[in-house]
Structures are given as C-alpha cells and as structure tokens.
C-alpha cells in the first residue's frame, strides 16, 4: 500500500472517530439534566478516544496537579501520564499528579463562545506549574513548552465560533487577561472546524502558509479532518523524557535521622557472611 494510501486510509478511520464523538456529544445533552454531569460525560467522550489512539504506555487520569514548588492546578479534566509517574493515583484515573509524570493536560469545554476565558485561567494555572530536573535526566521534544519545564496543553472545544473569530477572541482575551505567550495553550481545538496555534518568533512550533513560516495565534481551518490532526500534534510534540532516578523522591524523602543504603556491590555472598 502507497503511503498517501495509508495515510488517508488512517484519516478517514480517524473521520469517522469524530462523526461518533459529535454523535455523542450530542446525545450526552439528552442523556443528563445537570451541566456537571453533561460535562463529565464529554470529558469521558474525549478521553475514551485519546485512550485508543495514542501509545498503550500513557496512562490517563484527572484531578489536581502538583509541581515541588506546593503550586496547584486545580482540577484537571484530562492528564495523560508517562511511564514514569508513581502510583499517586487510583485505577479510576482519580487522584494527586507529579508535574514532572505528565506528558500533556487537556481542558475540555462544551463551548468555546461561552467558556473560552474560563479554559484559558484554567491553562494559565497549568502553566505557572514548573518540572524539577535534576543531574542525569534527559527530555526530547519539539516542543518547547519542554524546554520551558513546563506542561504542554491542549484547549478542547465540542462547540465554537468559526477558526478566525475564535482566533481573534484568543487574542482579545490574552490582552484582557493579561496572559503571556508562556500561559497559553500550545493549541485550541475546535472539534469539526479547526485548531488554533499558539507560536511565537524563536518557538520550535510554527505554521507554513503558502510555503512562509508564520508565528503567533495562527488559526487553520480543518473541517472534519480537525481530530486526526489533533492526533498528530498530540504525537508530534509529546515530551520524550528518560528519568534518572524515581520522581516520588523529588516530593518524598525519609527522614533525615532515618539512614537508607544501597550498596551496588552488594552480593548473595556478602548476605552469607553477614548471616554467618
């Protein structure tokens, strides 16, 4: 099979992904009288695609994340996990997250017209949440919300404005929130219309139009191919990240009369003649 065979082959598979997901959205209206529950089931939506979509090895979850600094992101709708986070949450996928365990966090909102600023303050607390590196780990990533030693995050919207209008209430709520380039979304999502970018002159991520590289809050309007690629951005841009040593103990050491020793020499035989 041609590449462009199979690359379209996977787009349509992908296309009719997102026929169902608007297909239940809609159906979640009807399902629930309280918004809470309309919402948490949207959040289910997405997130049940995502699972099986992307890579077995992330795991998934939602709640509150923290980085070493005691700064709090409030309640998160969606976290995908690297392999590297400990067990700080239940099977659920309910529970506490080490900012350094997470790979992207998600914001998902019913509509972009009515509850774009609310995703954004969202994303900002988010954001301010910094990784704590340390000697001997390694991160890779065309991101450059990594290099930042930060979360990279996606705004996801079931319903909104067509690309350009909801490019400009992007820009027009930066400056009334007062938000820097560092506290956005690296990408807005419109389910069925488009994706609105996030990049600025310097930044690893850009924008070809017409063959010219383009930076800022660059809108692209998708149609019903706007999941497949969010698929690809989600993929492209995921951090790469090899860990030295555990993430637990960047929050949670013994105490400091308590001595625990790891000797690498250490053999059976050595266990025989201390037993002896």
């Known amino acids: ?156 919207g079931y319903q909104s404005p067509s690309i350009g209008p909801l490019r400009d209430n992007v820009k027009r709520l930066v400056v009334k929130l007062g938000l820097t380039e560092e506290e956005l979304p690296d990408a807005v999502v419109a389910l069925n219309k488009g994706i609105v970018f996030n990049t600025y002159e310097g930044d690893s991520i850009y924008v070809v139009i017409d063959g010219i590289k383009r930076y800022g809050k660059i809108g692209v309007e998708l149609k019903d191919d706007t999941l497949f690629y969010t698929l690809v951005f989600l993929s492209e841009h995921t951090p790469h990240t090899l860990y030295q040593n555990p993430i637990i103990l960047r929050y949670a050491t013994f105490p400091s009369k308590t001595i625990v020793h790891h000797d690498k020499s250490y053999s059976a035989q050595a266990e025989d003649n201390n037993s002896a």
């Open 1 to 156: 099979m041609h590449h462009t065979e199979r690359k379209m082959l996977i787009k349509e598979l992908i296309k009719s992904a997102s026929v169902q997901i608007q297909a239940d959205f809609d159906l979640s209206r009807k399902k629930y009288g309280s918004p809470n529950d309309i919402g948490a089931d949207r959040v289910n939506i997405l997130q049940d695609f995502l699972v099986k979509y992307l890579p077995r090895y992330y795991g998934f979850g939602n709640g509150e994340i923290v980085d070493t600094h005691d700064n709090r992101s409030g309640q998160v709708d969606i976290i995908i996990c690297n392999q590297y986070h400990p067990f700080t949450y239940n099977k659920e996928g309910l529970g506490l997250f080490l900012v350094e365990g997470i790979d992207w966090a998600i914001e998902v909102k019913s509509n972009l017209s009515s509850e774009l600023e609310q995703g954004l303050l969202q994303v900002q607390k988010i954001k301010r949440l910094k990784k704590h590196p340390q000697t001997g780990d390694m991160a890779f990533s065309s991101s450059s919300a990594i290099h930042r030693n930060q979360v990279p995050c996606l705004l996801f």
